[in-house]
């Protein structure tokens, strides 16, 4: 039975592969200090003889008893709301929280799994974005704390593999949308769906002709397993690339939940990217993966969700 940790796992990606990895047979522990995790997303892993769970901020000591196979490293604020929050945090956890979760993977002779992001591409100047685009990030900006984190991360990733031979992947995630998201986290998905069952205005920033290309949850899930099975060490990008524009999107939620909510616009945010898009050509050839659930499916699977939340009560 393979050892796992699992760091951020009581987030909304990093929950759902605790879930996977135990069906995969893993021993999981999961260890998260709860600041945008959330022990509900776990309540059903409690007890489990598979599953053990640690409250602790990576960025401090981190002491595992026993042996590890596998360290995923999925610990941080992954928002826009949340890392502008927590700018220091998310700065850290990027930083020494990657340096801590690398070399406990290295005393342990483990492979590590790097959740990185489309955000290291900045507001890109290419389209779709390939894994050799170097991006275009403003590193002082209000996202750059998010930014850069990643980038860091994946830089000091990189400089354990070939300096310490220690067995890496890195997975660039873009915009992914599912069950366990929190309601209020400031994504647009969740924005949006919260926004119209709540029956207020629809909060789209600038025109909403900025473009995204949203990958429902369950098919991130089986990249991430994919790329984590792989033997590459080099970024692979995982998500959907049908990309449209963020006021289809609103009107895809209107009409998915037939409420009568209106549409707000409001300022753009600095820095925040025009378009978004990836090329999967790697994960395609190297994974065999690409995703299969469609926008409407998935929104209604988040909705469904959603409309179950106790937020929803208020």
Known sequence: MPRTLITGGAGFLGSHLCDRLIEERH????????????MENIAHLIGHHAFRFIKQDVTE???????????????????PADYQRLPIQTLKVGSLGTHKALGLAKAKGA?????????VYGDPLIRPQREDYWGNVNPIGPRGVYDEAKRFAEAITMAYHRYHGLDTRIA???????????PNDGRVVSNFIDQALRGRPMTVYGDGSQTRS?????????????LLMSEKPDPVNLGNPKEFTVIELAHMVLQAIGGLSTIEFHPLPLDDPRVRQPDIGLARVRLGWEPTVEIAQGLAFTIDYFRKQPEQSD
């Open 27 to 38: 021993e999981v522990i999961c260890l998260d200090n709860l600041i945008t995790g959330r």
């Open 61 to 79: 000591y981190l002491y595992i008893d026993g042996p590890l196979d596998f360290v995923l490293h999925f610990a941080s604020p992954a928002s």
């Open 111 to 119: 492979r590590f799994l790097l959740a990185s992001t489309s955000e």
């Open 172 to 182: 660039r995630i873009f915009n992914t949308y599912g069950t366990r998201m929190r």
């Open 214 to 226: 949203f990958c429902y949850v369950s098919d991130m899930v089986e990249g991430l397993f994919r």
